[in-house]
């Protein structure tokens, strides 16, 4: 099997595309750091850090957070990583991917693929508003498809299990239309920088992921 513990690449998708979901399924299975800038804004609210105050009302609202906060915080990142990563959730905008190129040439990472995860607007709801996600470690269930086994209880930390903020409908709504107006663009940017795999994202996450795992590594 070709190597996969070095790569760097993005996962684009819209909310509830499973971006997270094959990012943790990714992680376990290739040993990549999984970079998501959503864990990270939340863990950040949670702190209560000047950074988490700023961000706080956008992300509840289901708007994207300004650019620069995004991008400050990034790259400060990215600059202490020396293996593969995953990106889960940026870039959201063209300003964050022009930003991304010049962070990545100016600490000598390559980015190798931008995989966009495709899902249709009926079914990022269904999965949106039955999510369960752990605060402590940042798994991810749903009341329907992907139950714990205990209910309300996270089973790899026993942590207990809530429905984030920005997981009801009128959020979700925002969410979708910002997706539309500002992430969607992404992906003629990336198609024409070659890097651009799209994979559908209804199979099933294992399936998923195997698809994932056979377009970047050619197998
Ligand atoms: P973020 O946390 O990144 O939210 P998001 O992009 O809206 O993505 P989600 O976490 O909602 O979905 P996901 O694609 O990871 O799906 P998941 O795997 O959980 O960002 C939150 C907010 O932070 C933003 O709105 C914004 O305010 C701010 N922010 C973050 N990054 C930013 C940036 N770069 N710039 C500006 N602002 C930023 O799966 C969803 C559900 O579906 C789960 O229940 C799961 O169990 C289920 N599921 C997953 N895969 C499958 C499958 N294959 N089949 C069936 N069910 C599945």
């Known amino acids: 099997m070709a190597k996969t ?25 290739w040993g990549l750091t999984h970079i998501s800038t959503g864990d990270i804004l939340r863990a950040e609210v949670r702190a209560g850090s000047a950074l988490g105050n700023e ?4 992300m509840e609202s289901g708007k994207l957070v300004p650019d620069q906060l995004i991008i400050d915080m990034m790259e400060e990142k990215l600059k202490t990583l020396d293996k593969g990563y995953i990106l889960d959730g940026f870039p959201r905008t063209v300003a964050q991917a022009e930003a991304l190129g010049e962070m990545l040439t100016r600490i000598n990472h390559k980015l190798d693929a931008v995989v966009n995860i495709e899902v249709g607007d009926d079914e990022l709801i269904r999965r949106l508003t039955g999510r369960r996600v752990c605060p402590k470690c940042n798994s ?10 205990v209910e309300g209880i996270c089973d790899n930390c026993g942590g207990e299990l809530i429905q984030r903020k920005d997981d009801q409908i009128d959020a979700i709504t925002t969410r979708l239309v910002a997706f539309k107006d500002q ?37």
């Open 55 to 58: 961000a706080k009302s956008y």
């Open 140 to 149: 991810v269930f749903h009341i329907y498809t992907m139950k714990p086994k």
């Open 183 to 219: 992430t969607q663009p992404l992906i003629e940017y990336y198609q024409s920088s070659g890097k651009l795999v799209t994979v559908d994202g209804t199979i099933g996450v294992p399936a998923v992921a195997e698809k994932i795992r056979a377009a970047l590594t050619g197998e």
């Open 5 to 29: 513990d070095t790569l760097h690449f993005i996962l684009l998708g819209a909310p509830g595309a499973g971006k997270g979901t094959q990012a943790a399924y990714l992680n376990e299975n």
